[in-house]
């Protein structure tokens, strides 16, 4: 039995050394000649020159007909939206309406009724129709050209530009305007269109919170009278234990209720605004 293996193995080795050598042979004369017709039915390419480079590099950012392409009005769109609430509290109307809302509820004693979405949903919709005659001129000068591809995207920022520069002329003191311009160690300007944005935005800023707490204060002291009223009842009487707040505070809404307080606010708010 020990001699059958060896014999056995070399019979098996022999027979593999067999089929390798003719699997060998049939490659080499059956998939090389194959690949050789191959590679010679493929024509070689002929060298091209480089082309010469441009001078220059140009995107064109407007359609076919002039107008600008739905890319670059959306890319615009997404801009206008990241940069719309910077806008929104500073070139508007919405600081000093939020201001004055939110120093009517402090005056009334009430801490989060109405709550800051109430208050600050308010101050936009009030801001949108206090701002709605710039916004027509912005979407008629600006916008809708800019759209229909008459002016080009620098036009069009300029000409929506002015509604806004006026609006906020209109409403910023001349004091604030020096204050500013002084700060920035500029020259006086000649006239109103001259005042650079980035002197006229934190003037009307000012101008805007200055004009807010005046109404807010005068807002405070009909609420204010009543608070002293009412504490110097509960002195009177020896009452020092129980706090003024929860008698006044009735009253207060009482009187606001009666008055139309939310009706005084913004008839006083929206006409601030008016002939600006």
């Known amino acids: 039995m020990t001699n059958l293996m060896p014999l056995r193995l070399r019979s098996f080795w022999r027979s593999a050394t067999i089929v390798g050598l003719v699997l060998g042979v049939v490659l080499l004369f059956v998939v090389l000649p194959a690949s050789v017709a191959h590679a010679a039915g493929v024509p070689t390419p002929t060298p091209t020159d480089p082309a010469t480079p ?8 407007n359609g076919p007909d002039g107008s600008p392409s739905s890319a670059v009005v959306a890319l615009v769109g997404i801009t206008l939206l990241s940069v719309a609430p910077a806008l929104l509290l500073m070139m508007t109307s919405f600081t000093k309406i939020f201001v004055v809302l939110a120093m009517a509820r402090n005056a009334l004693g009430l801490q989060s009724i109405p709550p800051n979405q109430v208050i600050a949903g308010l101050a936009l919709f009030l801001s949108l129709f ?88 005068v807002i405070f002291v009909p609420f204010l009278v009543i608070d002293l009223v009412v504490s110097a009842a509960l002195m009177s009487m020896g009452m020092m234990m129980l706090p003024p707040v929860m008698i006044s505070l009735p009253f207060k809404i009482l009187l606001f209720v009666l008055v139309d307080g939310w009706g005084l606010i913004i008839t006083a708010l929206v006409t601030s605004y008016r002939g600006g």
């Open 54 to 61: 441009s001078d220059g590099f140009s995107v064109d950012i």
């Open 130 to 217: 206090i701002m709605s005659p710039v916004l027509s001129d912005i979407n008629v000068h600006a916008l809708q050209p800019y759209l229909a591809g008459h002016i080009d995207f620098t036009a069009a920022v300029n000409a929506g530009s002015e509604p806004l520069r006026h609006f906020m002329l209109a409403h910023t003191r001349q004091e604030d305007l020096a204050l500013m311009t002084r700060a920035a160690g500029q020259a006086n300007p000649k006239d109103p269109s001259s005042v650079s944005l980035l002197t006229l935005v934190p003037a009307f800023m000012i101008s805007e919170l200055r004009a807010a707490f005046i109404i807010g204060f």
